[in-house]
């Protein structure tokens, strides 16, 4: 079954603790891409990647580091997480622009 | 991305249709217009997309206006299941920034 499958689903942290959120898509897509979803700010695009070694920042980039060291994963790093990172995010791919999200992952920094 | 406005906000009763309408006035000639919806908190789902004329696959039909500024996304005999946040946009270069927030659709019985 196509898919893109994020992991954790959820995660309770502290201020500091570094945490890595992995993205991995099964369909051979190019672009993959992360966002964040905030009550009332809509979903906004944090990073990212048009091809293996290749990424860019989006509309809220700070705080966070991505890496595509290979085509089906896409891993969200927040190396030192602070309480406004607390948010729902959502990893997505596209071959063709239509884009295909995961189930996402739900983050509560303390 | 071209931007877009859509109500924050829109009722339906279960079997008839729903209207979703979205202003894309500076939209330019390549931009292609994506609608996607939201249920809950899960992932967006894609629903459909057009350029310039109608589209319509088994989720929904788009009508996109000859000038291209606004389009209206149809969901013709709405069920429980379609309560849910539509988003329409507009993506300059094909993959979207932000999905804007969209209109809740509540469908009732």
């Known amino acids: 079954e196509a898919q893109v499958t994020q992991n954790p689903r959820y995660l309770i942290t502290v201020t500091g603790k570094k945490l890595t959120v992995t993205c991995s898509q099964n369909?051979?897509?190019?672009?993959m891409s992360w966002y964040r979803q905030d009550p009332g700010l809509g979903l906004r695009q944090i990073y990212y990647s048009m091809n293996v070694e290749v990424t860019d920042k989006g509309d809220v980039p700070e705080g966070y580091k991505v890496s595509r060291k290979e085509k089906r994963n896409f891993p969200l790093i927040l190396e030192s997480p602070s309480p406004n990172q607390t948010s729902l995010y959502f990893c997505a791919s596209s071959s063709n622009r239509v884009l295909h999200f995961g189930d996402g992952t739900r983050l509560s920094i303390l | 991305d071209a931007k877009t406005t859509q109500p924050p906000s829109m009722d339906c009763a279960e079997g008839r249709a729903a209207n979703l309408p979205c202003n894309h006035s500076?939209?330019?000639?390549?931009?292609?217009v994506y609608w996607y919806r939201q249920i809950h908190s899960q992932g967006p789902q894609y629903i459909i997309h057009?350029?310039?004329n109608n589209e319509t696959n088994e989720m929904a039909s788009l009508i996109i206006t000859e000038d291209r500024k606004s389009s209206t996304l149809i969901l013709p005999h709405a069920t429980l299941r379609d309560t849910a946040v539509y988003y329409c946009?507009?993506?300059?270069?094909?993959?979207?920034?932000?999905f804007g927030k969209g209109t809740s659709l509540l469908v009732t019985p």
């Open positions: 369909m051979n897509h190019e672009y």
């Open positions: 500076t939209i330019s000639g390549n931009e292609y």
């Open positions: 057009g350029l310039k």
């Open positions: 946009i507009a993506p300059a270069s094909g993959y979207a920034l932000n």
